[in-house]
């Protein structure tokens, strides 16, 4: 695998369930981040991790919940989600969180909430 | 505050004819700028970014870009459109002093046959 890999690619979940999704970057990368991507909307920053360590929280709500084992893995722990939550969630990594690094954007989870 | 402009949410253009897909910033301090490209179900690709050494930027697959302080502009530009161009497109702007990007809306780019 190169780059950055999001698994799963599509889930359905319902308001009750809890789910994860994962992110993995094979770059040696020290700084991951969550976006979300709304129809018609800007990326929204969710989360960053530099070196394992979360650096930003963007007023996300308590249902989204990231974890980062380590800097190669980045996971995103969804409960008691909202329709209004569908939208397609990216991982990306950059070498450092600094000015001017080039992020390297996973392919999404498109997640659907019903 | 950081913020950027994307006008047009799409755009279509006949192949081999200009592609010119317009951003407008606004930074209180000297900015860098980004274009990304997003496929169908793919994330986002750097086409290219400027950080304040030349105005005129290149990047991949023949897009340029130029950075005007005095229009707050970095409009992206390719001579000749080619079918594979048709994509979604991003620009980005990002205080030199943190690691945070704004991204504008996107505007899809359509090639016309």
């Known amino acids: 695998e190169t780059g950055v890999t999001q698994t799963p690619r599509h889930l359905v979940m319902g308001m009750t369930n809890k789910k994860s999704l994962k992110c993995e970057q094979h770059?040696?990368?020290?700084?991951m981040y969550w976006y979300k991507q709304s129809a018609k909307k800007p990326l929204e920053l969710m989360f960053v991790y530099s070196l394992e360590e979360r650096v930003e929280n963007n007023s996300v709500p308590s249902r989204f919940s990231p974890e980062c084992p380590n800097s190669s893995h980045l996971f995103l722990h969804l409960h008691t989600l909202q329709p209004e939550d569908s939208a397609l969630y990216l991982c990306?990594?950059?070498?450092?969180?600094?000015?001017?690094?080039?992020?390297?954007f996973g392919p999404g989870t498109r997640l659907t909430v019903l | 505050a950081q913020s950027v402009t994307q006008l047009g949410s799409h755009v279509s253009v006949s192949e081999g004819a200009l592609v010119l897909l317009r951003c407008n910033y606004s930074?209180?301090?000297?900015?860098?700028l980004f274009w990304y490209v997003q496929y169908p179900n793919q994330g986002l690709q750097l086409l290219l970014k400027y950080t304040s050494a030349a105005t005129l930027v290149k990047g991949i697959n023949g897009f340029e870009a130029e950075f005007k302080k005095s229009e707050t502009s970095f409009h992206l530009t390719k001579p000749s459109a080619h079918m594979s161009d048709a994509a979604e497109y991003f620009c980005a702007v990002s205080d030199p002093r943190t690691y945070k990007y704004i991204f504008g809306t996107g505007t899809r780019l359509k090639v016309l046959a």
């Open positions: 930074s209180s301090v000297p900015p860098y």
């Open positions: 990306a990594s950059s070498q450092d969180a600094r000015a001017g690094d080039e992020q390297f």
């Open positions: 770059l040696g990368h020290n700084a």
